[in-house]
């Protein structure tokens, strides 16, 4: 069967749920037995978001290959249940940056390289290497909205790709919003109409419109938006808002919308299996139990830039049927005096990842408090190393002891930028050039970890060996293990040659992990994550002590 193409466009404003609504599609094809895969387009001309500001964009989300992508293949992952890699984000900065690489190196024989045919053949070669006998259909999200400047390559690439393939090949979706205007007490149609005018002005005929909406529209709502958008009055669907992300897959199927997908493009689907969906969100709405984490760190005015550790809290939640309340703490609040107030009736805490040394010492008070007050702690990359930190200073009796990306001047570096590893993906080594470029300078992308029988990660995993994605510079300074071993501190995952430490614990604690690695990132609502489960247990386990 020949590759079938959806692309997935979004209009009226920015935030309406596109890759959602993408992940939700895919995982809907899924459960009827058709091969899928999902790429997002971002507009953006950074290569990648591996050097965007947090608070702009967002997690940057890693996958098993080292791909620093957009927060959206998240969703793709956790919805899909499959790991997806470089070739499944592509940003402007890539496309040009691949462009101009071919100019310099005179692939075009010395011709005036043009937005068209140039970069749109770029993207659509990227599209198009997603297209195997082993795929039914690719799913394509157009980051950025309609009438976005940066976005018009990509929408006019998508746009010839109908010609390429063929209309029975290729499915245009475009979300909306139709918003609810309450002193009137009615939906509002007209921006919608604009915006598929917006999209038909550049040549691209939606067959779909899911509009997004607070309220549920009116079979006279959905005809009149099929009037004016030029599209079959049973192409209009509400994606209404939901109360849980997971919820929108059962809603877009009760709507019909993956039905007419498989009709429009003469998929050979059966019918769904969502009964995994629906115990799923059975779960989420019927909880036997709830329990409140504390997330300590620096971007947590933005929720997105967790939104997968977020994610997997959740999912760990589900594991133990509890629903997880979280509480949010800007680090820099955080001190000696502040700690007990802010972190109060917690059940657990978690200090994840960052850069920079802003809030640090918020995050290392934090975990003295987890420590001394016997509270479930659970550490994500800088949060392991900040436990190391901690314990190094509070009870190795290193006063000084501290990273070197926060003192290069330290006397007692226990965390330290490696200048050399093994990479066990490649068979090579790799070397740390501090003079490159920032993301030259990380281990990205998923690294084997080796457990020690006898400790939670290996209660947790019930393997000897898993491979985890990483994302940070600086390591653990083995130098310093024997004596913090000495003192109490547990190393319970290792690489495979143990040069890198990449799990520490302890053991007159009820439970206090810190991993080098970003477990949030291969969690699943299907299947969550087992150190994100054993940390909720551990909490719940807290709480009917306390």
Not at 57 to 70: F, L, P, Q, R, S
Not at 242 to 271: F, T
Not at 274 to 288: A, I, S, Y
Not at 430 to 444: A, F, V
Request: some cysteine.
């Amino acid at each position: 069967m020949t590759t079938k193409f959806l692309f997935v466009t979004g209009g009226v404003l920015s935030s309406l749920g596109k890759g959602l609504a993408a992940a939700s599609i895919a995982a809907l094809l899924k459960a009827r037995g058709l091969r899928v895969t999902i790429q997002k387009l971002d507009p953006y001309i950074n290569v990648d978001p591996g050097t965007m500001n947090p608070f702009q964009h967002g997690e940057v989300y890693v996958t098993d290959d080292g791909a620093e992508t957009d927060l959206d293949l998240g969703h793709y992952e956790r919805y899909l249940g499959i790991h997806l890699g470089q070739n499944n984000n592509y940003t402007s900065g890539r496309i040009y940056h691949s462009v101009i690489t071919k100019e310099r190196r005179g692939d075009y024989l010395g011709g005036t390289v043009q937005v068209i045919p140039h970069i749109t053949d770029e993207i659509k070669n990227a599209i198009l290497s997603l297209a195997s006998d082993a795929m039914d259909l690719v799913i394509v999200e157009i980051g950025g909205t309609v009438g976005d400047i940066e976005g018009l390559p990509f929408l006019e690439a998508i746009r010839q790709l109908r010609a390429d393939l063929g209309k029975d090949n290729v499915l245009y979706i475009h979300l909306t919003l139709v918003p609810f205007i309450k002193a009137a007490g009615e939906v509002k149609t007209k921006p919608t109409q604009h915006s598929v005018k917006e999209l038909r002005s550049l040549g691209i005929q939606p067959d779909i419109i899911l509009c997004r909406s607070e309220v549920e529209l009116s079979e006279d709502i959905k005809n009149k938006i099929a009037l004016f958008c030029n599209v079959d009055k049973d192409a209009v669907f509400t994606a209404i808002d939901v109360n849980h992300i997971y919820e929108l897959p059962l809603m877009l199927y009760e709507e019909g919308v993956d039905q007419k997908i498989a009709i429009l493009l003469r998929l050979a689907a059966k019918n769904p299996n969502l009964e995994p969906w629906r115990t799923l969100v059975h779960t989420l709405h019927h909880p036997q139990h709830e329990v409140e984490i504390a997330v300590v760190g620096k971007y947590v005015d933005l929720k997105e830039a967790y939104k997968s550790l977020h994610e997997a809290l959740t999912h760990g939640g589900v594991a133990n049927h509890a629903r997880v309340r979280f509480r949010y703490i800007n680090s820099e609040t955080v001190t000696a005096e502040t700690a007990p107030s802010l972190l109060r009736q917690v059940h657990g805490i978690l200090v994840p990842g960052g850069f920079g040394t802003r809030g640090v010492e918020g995050k290392i008070q934090a975990i003295t408090y987890a420590r001394t007050q016997g509270i479930p702690f659970f550490g994500i990359c800088l949060g392991m190393q900040c436990a190391v930190i901690e314990y190094a200073r509070n009870v190795l009796g290193l006063a000084q002891a501290n990273s070197e990306e926060f003192d290069p001047l330290t006397p007692d570096p226990v965390i330290y930028l490696m200048r050399e590893w093994y990479d066990f993906r490649s068979g090579c080594m790799q070397y740390r050039d501090p003079g490159c470029d920032k993301g030259g300078t990380m281990r990205l992308g998923a690294y084997p970890c080796r457990m020690r029988p006898g400790t939670l990660a290996h209660a947790a995993y019930k393997a000897e060996e898993v491979w985890e994605r990483h994302r940070h510079r600086y390591e653990f300074n083995t130098a310093y293990q024997e004596r913090l071993e000495a003192a109490g501190l547990v190393i319970s995952g290792t690489s495979p040659d143990e040069t890198l430490v990449e799990i520490v614990e302890l053991r007159d604690h009820p439970w206090f992990l810190g991993c080098q690695f970003h477990p949030e990132f291969t969690s699943t609502p299907m299947q969550p994550h087992p150190l994100f489960r054993d940390f909720i247990a551990a909490a719940l386990a807290y709480q009917r002590g306390a």
